[in-house]
């Protein structure tokens, strides 16, 4: 394993800014790596339009164009980077492209740069809700094979 490194998932979430705050204020590593997955934009189209049982329109991206999900991604790894900076952590930034789904790029990411821990937000579903929507820390927790910290949503 690597010297103390540490991979924050953050989505730009509420949730996401909590476990920031407690992974710079109860966990100690010499280096943290901030991880913001996103999925391009034709690719979300089809799987939405796959759910809807739409036909998939064609989605053309244009070649000098950056994706707008990219775009989105890069503002809230920057926002992260910055809160986990203030939280006393130093910290880089890295996006990862989701292929499948966002749990998988986080724990993708986890095993390519060999953390110690993995730090994510939940959003604290219970019951019904929680059975028919399975949370990414959830999916995190289940198939990494390394400690996982799961900050819940304040009250």
Known sequence: MSENLMLIAYDGSENARRAVDY??????????VLVTAWEPMARQAARMSGL??????????????EDIAYTEAKATLSEGVSLAE?????????????????????????????VDI?????????????????????????????PVLIVPPGK
């Open 118 to 146: 993995i730090v994510t937000g939940t959003r604290g579903t219970t019951g019904l809700r929680s059975l028919l929507q399975s949370s990414v820390a959830d999916h995190v927790l289940r198939h990494s094979h390394r």
């Open 52 to 65: 809807s049982g739409v036909m998939a329109p064609e989605w053309i991206a244009e070649e000098d164009v």
């Open 86 to 114: 203030a939280a006393g952590l130093t910290v880089e930034g890295r996006s990862a492209e989701c292929t499948s789904a966002i749990w998988s790029a986080i724990v993708e990411t986890a095993d390519e740069l060999d």
């Open 23 to 32: 992974a710079g204020r109860f966990l100690s590593a010499h280096r943290a």
